[in-house]
């Protein structure tokens, strides 16, 4: 069976600093994986994913994440967070042929000026 | 190329009534899921469509059915409703391919309230 962790259901950091949202996953076969991001009162915004090939994707608003399959992790960073990262992020994977994704409880990102 | 919309964006309900909520998918996608988010927490996934037929269930009851028209639109319907159900009602809409890599977009979504 597929599960997601997500490592700190709040986090911090200060404009300009680094953002490192970690995400653990278990899968019994090769996974594909996902960050959305949720914006207060939104649906849920697809950042990146990873399904095969490059272990380090590029996603949308300057966030990548590096697929790490000794370590199971799926961790996403950016190098200099903006207010306007505020937000929810989620990790989800992708679980089997009937296409569901299974999704962690989320992080929520919290950028002080 | 138009989104996922889903309608309506806010409903209230009482206990024991039914609802339906809809979404359209996105232009050229073949396959719909709807998740249910309670506040505080991730999508739960309660089933998906592909070519008008459920392709996988959650752990939901079966007060829980849905239905996928040819257009790939769809509608979630919840009968019995209970004051657990309230949460924001996610759809996402995909284009289902032969490796398993499909990609789900989402509507915004629809906060049902149950009093």
């Known amino acids: 069976a597929q599960s997601v962790t997500q490592l700190g259901s709040h986090v911090s950091v200060s404009e300009g600093a680094l953002v490192l949202l970690r995400c653990n996953y278990s899968s019994s076969v090769p996974p594909y994986l996902f960050w959305y991001v949720q914006y207060p009162n939104q649906g849920l915004q697809l950042l990146l994913k990873y399904t095969t090939g490059a272990t380090l994707v590029k996603g949308i608003n300057g966030f990548e994440a590096e697929f790490k399959k000794s370590e199971t992790s799926f961790h996403l960073t950016k190098p200099s967070a903006h207010m306007s990262d505020a937000a929810e992020y989620f990790c989800a994977v992708n679980a089997g042929n009937n296409r569901k994704l299974i999704w962690g409880l989320g992080t929520s990102l919290a950028v002080n000026p | 190329e138009t989104g996922v919309t889903q309608s309506p964006t806010h409903l209230i309900k009482t206990r024991g009534q039914q609802v339906t909520l809809r979404c359209s998918s996105q232009s050229g996608h073949n396959t719909v899921s709807w998740y249910q988010q309670a506040l505080g927490q991730g999508p739960q996934f309660i089933f998906q469509?592909?070519?008008?037929?459920?392709?996988g269930r959650g752990n939901f009851p079966p007060r829980f059915s849905g239905l996928q028209f040819p257009n790939y639109s769809s509608e979630l319907n919840v009968n019995a409703l209970e004051l657990d159900d309230s949460a924001l009602y996610l759809c996402?809409?995909?284009?289902?391919?032969?490796?398993?890599?499909?990609?789900?977009?989402f509507g915004p979504g629809t906060r049902l309230t149950v009093l």
């Open positions: 469509y592909y070519r008008e037929e459920e392709n």
């Open positions: 996402a809409s995909s284009l289902r391919t032969s490796a398993n890599t499909d990609t789900q977009y």
